[in-house]
Each structure stands twice: as structure tokens, then as C-alpha cells.
């Protein structure tokens, strides 16, 4: 089970997701060490479960984090452009730009202009430098049309369940691109990957199951 991977802190956290093979790429695991859970989540940031960050909001587990960077890591490499929508307290945009390097960049929208404060102020305590040489930046926006000020981009991270697969999303891919989106309501919800080709076809396949809103 995922939540026997929870740690005392951030190494301990990882190594055990790791262990567990939750963690295969090792791109993966050297971000996730080098970006601290602990300052994107006050409450038990190395639980492996989901954690309120205020406005109705949650920090997802940190296994389904893994689940998405794993998923999007061929398409994290060095000197790519990145989205995550509803990025809430900052960590997954940051480990994404992590992933990306020095001349890649992150970018965070999320609806809540609270939460991409709190994102803006949990990078500068973890990574001032991303704010500072635009690796990374967060802006308030309705993620269901992306933003497309700055597509197109490598990969989309969507963070929020979406009723459906929003067309938008999907254009402002690279081709190649992927996007890892839940879809669903209250009553279940189903990861899907889906992936723009060199040609511009897309392909939607179903990954896993979730039941909890995050």
C-alpha cells in the first residue's frame, strides 16, 4: 500500500517510494530529494496521503506526484517547457523545473490568487534562484484554458479533476507532447495520459483509478 511509504522526512520519504518501486526513473527520484515537501504542505508533508493547504485545497499524495512525473519524464528533459494547472502550494511546478534545468521553465496557474501567493512563497523558501531566472513562475488563471501566453509546451500536469478533457489543454501541446490529467466527479475519478504525436494525433489512454479528490 502507498501510505506505508510515508518517511520522517523528505530523504526518507523518497528513498521509501523508491523501495517500493513507485519511483523507477532516476531523474525522478533526484528531484523529488531536491525539492522538500516540507515547504510546499505545513501538515505531515512526508505522509504518503493528501494534505490540506487552505482554500478548499489539497497537497496531493506523494505517490501520485511520483505517479505523474514518472509519467511525464520523457518529456520533462532538460530545456523543456512545462504546465501545471492547479498548482496549489508550488511542488510539483518546482520539481518539474527541477526536471527541466537551467534552460527549461515551469509554469503554475491556478485559480485561487491566495495559492499562487503561498506557491510564489514556499519557492523562496525552497528555490529562490527558479524565481529569480524565470525556471519557474506562478500566475492566476482558469486552468481549464491552460495559458496560452506561454504554449506550447512539453508536457501538462493537470493537478485538479476535470469533469472531461479540455480541448484547449490538449492545443496547446508540442507534438510531441503528453498531458496527465484526472478525470471524473465526487463519485470516482480515472487518471488519463494523453499523448500528441509528431503529427499531431492524440491517443487517450486510462492509467488508473483514483477515488479521492485532489
Known amino acids: 500500500m502507498a501510505w506505508r511509504c510515508s518517511g520522517i522526512s523528505n530523504p526518507d520519504l523518497i528513498n521509501r517510494m523508491d523501495q517500493a518501486k513507485l519511483i523507477s526513473n532516476p531523474t525522478v527520484k533526484a528531484a523529488m530529494l531536491a525539492v522538500d515537501r516540507g515547504h510546499y504542505?505545513?501538515?505531515?508533508?512526508?505522509?504518503?496521503?493528501?494534505?490540506?493547504?487552505?482554500?478548499?485545497?489539497?497537497?496531493?499524495?506523494?505517490?501520485?506526484?511520483?505517479?505523474?512525473?514518472?509519467?511525464?519524464?520523457?518529456?520533462?528533459?532538460?530545456?523543456?517547457?512545462?504546465?501545471?494547472?492547479?498548482s496549489g502550494s508550488g511542488y510539483l511546478t518546482v520539481c518539474m523545473a527541477e526536471m527541466v534545468g537551467p534552460q527549461g521553465r515551469a509554469?503554475?496557474?491556478?485559480?485561487?490568487?491566495?495559492?499562487?501567493?503561498?506557491?510564489?512563497?514556499?519557492?523562496?523558501?525552497d528555490h529562490p534562484e527558479f524565481l529569480q531566472n524565470n525556471r519557474v513562475s506562478f500566475y492566476t488563471a482558469d486552468g481549464r484554458v491552460g495559458f496560452p501566453q506561454d504554449a506550447?509546451?512539453?508536457?501538462?500536469?493537470?493537478?485538479?479533476?476535470?469533469?472531461?478533457?479540455?480541448?484547449?489543454?490538449?492545443?496547446?501541446?508540442?507534438?510531441?507532447?503528453?498531458?496527465?490529467?484526472?478525470?471524473?466527479?465526487?463519485?470516482?475519478?480515472?487518471?488519463?495520459?494523453?499523448?500528441?504525436?509528431?503529427?499531431?494525433n492524440i491517443t487517450k489512454k486510462k492509467t488508473m483509478d483514483v477515488w479521492v479528490m485532489f
Open 152 to 200: 506550447p509546451y512539453d508536457c501538462i500536469h493537470v493537478g485538479a479533476a476535470a469533469y472531461k478533457l479540455h480541448d484547449k489543454l490538449v492545443e496547446q501541446l508540442k507534438a510531441p507532447g503528453r498531458m496527465f490529467i484526472p478525470v471524473g466527479d465526487e463519485g470516482g475519478q480515472a487518471i488519463y495520459v494523453v499523448d500528441k504525436d509528431k503529427d499531431g
Open 107 to 125: 509554469v503554475g496557474v491556478d485559480h485561487i490568487p491566495e495559492l499562487v501567493e503561498l506557491a510564489k512563497q514556499n519557492t523562496k523558501k
Open 41 to 86: 504542505s505545513r501538515f505531515k508533508p512526508y505522509e504518503d496521503s493528501p494534505q490540506t493547504i487552505g482554500h478548499n485545497s489539497t497537497i496531493s499524495a506523494p505517490h501520485m506526484h511520483a505517479a505523474a512525473l514518472e509519467s511525464l519524464a520523457p518529456f520533462l528533459f532538460p530545456g523543456a517547457k512545462a504546465l501545471d494547472v492547479g
